[in-house]
């Protein structure tokens, strides 16, 4: 009982610690120029990508990442991305220039390269390793780290269950099989539970780094709709690439009267359109619901500034409700996590299905045969009964059998 309490206050203080350092990337933006609280400017800046990761309660210093660019007109440069902090320009050995775009560029917060006359461009290509993209690789290390773990643990403990945190990877394990992945495809089951099951820890493990801020926290990667679309296009060529010849037939000659398919293709378009418009729903859902509530707690949080400079007693009450509903915020969005990642892999598994579904067979003649053959009995029975001839044939059934001979 004490472990899941010490458990639970830790991970409460980690969410609390969202707070201030919210709060603190909105005291930064306060010192600009301008002097002016940009609610819009905050809430996109900290739920956008970046070349470091911020540090909490002091976002002036960030963890430097790898900055992978190759310039026009010259080779691949590497190099840190604490050399392009707070507006600094890199020149390299080679004199190639490069600087983070500011806020009136075209290339907002991308790296660009610096032109003899003062002129930005875009690099060729950019495969930096940016905060969204090394938090996808921590998420994709835990996960297999974690999986990896429960299946040495049962090779090498066939008749032992597991306890504590690996315990409870394991109940995920089985409720993720049980309840949607054997529920749903049945003997394509194991076919597809590797998929699944790699689909849902992925996504659970990313929701709950991005509640927290400290490293390796804090990147919004499920509230980046390039990484959910990525995920429902995986989703989306698993279903197609594994469909059956039904799965196939069902869109482009589906079972409907001919002058809905032929000449106008009627159905199939709608049923090709169909094909899209599951992937674009697996999209928008996960990204939706983890943006939104991303951005709840950093309105709750701006709301204290926005007080505040109206009127100092209208700042410390709207501080004490705003710290309250974001730590409520924060624990709901726990929950969120996992029904996201539950939602999700349970329509993966049910666009799968159906794209696997048998074709339904036709009664075979045998069959057919023997439904006539029971109506005619039937029909008969009915026919004695009104002609009152059951009530002779009774007494010949009653009759004893003559004894066989010896």
């Known amino acids: 009982m004490r472990k899941i309490i010490s458990i639970l206050f830790a991970a409460l203080a980690a969410m609390v610690l969202a707070v201030p350092a919210m709060a603190d990337a909105a005291t930064d933006a306060t010192h600009k120029e301008e002097k002016a609280l940009d609610p819009k400017e905050i809430i996109f800046e900290h739920l956008g990508d970046g070349y470091g990761w911020e540090v909490p309660f002091n976002h002036h210093k960030r963890i430097p990442l790898p900055v992978i660019v190759k310039a026009k007109g010259d080779g691949w440069h590497c190099f840190l991305s604490s050399r392009l902090d707070n507006g600094q320009e890199y020149t390299t050995a080679d004199g190639v220039t490069f600087r983070i775009a500011g806020h009136d560029s075209p290339y907002k917060g991308k790296v660009v390269q610096v032109l003899s006359d003062g002129q930005e461009v875009k690099p060729t290509f950019d495969i930096s390793i940016t905060k969204n993209v090394a938090a996808m690789f921590i998420s994709i290390i835990v996960v297999a780290w974690l999986l990896i773990w429960l299946a040495r643990f049962h090779k090498r403990n066939p008749l032992k269950a597991p306890r504590k945190g690996l315990g409870f990877v394991e109940v995920l394990v089985v409720f993720i099989w049980d309840s949607v992945v054997k529920s749903t495809l049945k003997d394509k089951a194991i076919k597809f539970a590797p998929y699944l099951m790699t689909v849902f820890f992925f996504i659970f493990f990313m929701n709950l780094l991005g509640l927290v801020v400290v490293f390796p926290g804090g990147a919004n990667l499920t509230g980046n709709i390039a990484v959910t679309l990525t995920l429902a296009v995986l989703t989306f060529l698993v279903t197609n690439i594994f469909g059956n010849k039904h799965y196939w037939k069902e869109i482009f000659w589906p079972d409907v009267p001919l002058w809905l398919k032929f000449p106008l293709p009627i159905m199939p378009m709608i049923e090709i359109f169909g094909m899209f418009t599951k992937p674009a729903a697996l999209t928008v859902r996960l990204f939706a619901n983890m943006m939104g509530g991303h951005m709840i707690v950093l309105v709750l949080t701006l709301l204290i500034f926005i007080f505040s400079a109206v009127n100092p007693i209208a700042g ?91």
């Open 316 to 406: 410390g009450a709207t501080t004490v409700v705003s710290v309250l509903f974001s730590v409520f915020m924060l624990l709901i969005d726990v929950l969120v996590s996992f029904i996201q990642a539950y939602v999700f892999t349970m329509l993966s598994t049910i666009f799968i299905s159906l794209a696997q579904e048998k074709e339904h067979e036709k009664e075979s003649k045998e069959q057919h045969d023997a439904d006539e053959r029971r109506e005619r009995e039937e029909r008969l029975e009915d026919h004695m009964v009104n002609t009152g001839l059951d009530s002779a044939i009774e007494p010949v059934k009653a009759a004893p059998a003559p004894a066989a001979a010896k």
